[in-house]
């Protein structure tokens, strides 16, 4: 009788002493959820421009920003993002009795971008192996807050560029790498798009002048590092 009492005691005592080899057999998924559903990301990247056919656009350089993204349902997130870009463009003058422009010199462009947009986590609201790969699009606007040019002054102003508030459109997509609960490292790659108002008096140069667009939307893809902090 002693015997069979013991015997079950022992089994108990060996499991509750060496519980590793049941712990052992589970399964780990390379999925982990997310326990935050806001981010706040400072980003800062380059912008590589489209000029347009007719040069109008800026040059190329450097874009920095914050973004702020809150999760809504499953892989969705709502995004939100204000980036700051400065670079120089061309100033282009008439030639009389010629369809041809010339180019007199740099003038700056600082612009404000404001966008808002939807964002589609590949991998819903969890990661994969630390990863959470996302696709993004949204609408935005491009406002112009650039100082009178001094190389402009003596142009008419049919002659100058103006790029003004310019509506946008986006496309992109990234990947969030986890680093800790509440940091992640973000790579991130998009493509811009705004309108390039192309100056009256440019339309007015002989009848090749027709052929000239109005406007064109200009095409910039934006590459980005930034620092997410997750709550």
């Known amino acids: 009788m ?7 005691c022992l089994i108990v005592a060996a499991g509750l002493l060496f519980p590793h080899d049941a712990s052992g ?8 959820f997310m326990g935050t559903k806001q981010a706040l990301t400072p980003f800062a990247g380059y912008l590589a421009t489209g ?3 007719l ?18 349902s499953g892989p969705f997130a ?12 061309a100033v ?46 949204g609408l935005g606007v491009g406002f112009d807050f650039t100082d009178p040019a001094e190389v402009e002054a003596d142009l008419p102003a049919d002659l100058r560029f103006d790029f003004g ?30 309108k390039l ?7 007015q140069q002989g009848e090749q002048a027709r052929l000239l667009p109005g406007d064109e939307w200009a095409q910039n893809l934006s590459l980005s590092a930034g620092l997410v902090f997750r709550f």
Do not use: C
Request: hydrophobic letters at 40%; zero cysteines; proline letters at 5%.
């Open 25 to 32: 057999q589970r399964i780990q998924s390379p999925y982990r």
């Open 78 to 89: 709502l995004e939100a993002a204000l980036s700051y870009f400065s670079q120089t463009r």
């Open 197 to 203: 108002k192309t100056p009256t008096a440019f339309l």
């Open 165 to 194: 508030t310019s509506f946008m459109g986006l496309l992109g997509g990234g990947a969030d790498l986890t680093l800790s609960e509440r940091w992640a490292l973000s790579l991130d790659a998009r493509n811009l798009l705004w």
């Open 92 to 137: 282009h003058d008439t030639i009389p009795g010629d369809t041809m422009r010339a180019t007199i010199g740099e003038a700056d462009f600082r612009t404000l971008l404001a966008t808002a947009g939807l964002r589609f986590n590949l991998t819903g609201p969890r990661t994969w192996h630390g990863v959470q790969p996302y696709v993004s699009f």
């Open 51 to 53: 000029k347009g056919s």
């Open 55 to 72: 040069d109008l656009g800026p040059a190329s350089g450097t874009i920095f920003g914050m973004r702020y993204s809150i999760a809504i």
């Open 2 to 8: 002693r015997t069979r009492i013991t015997l079950p």
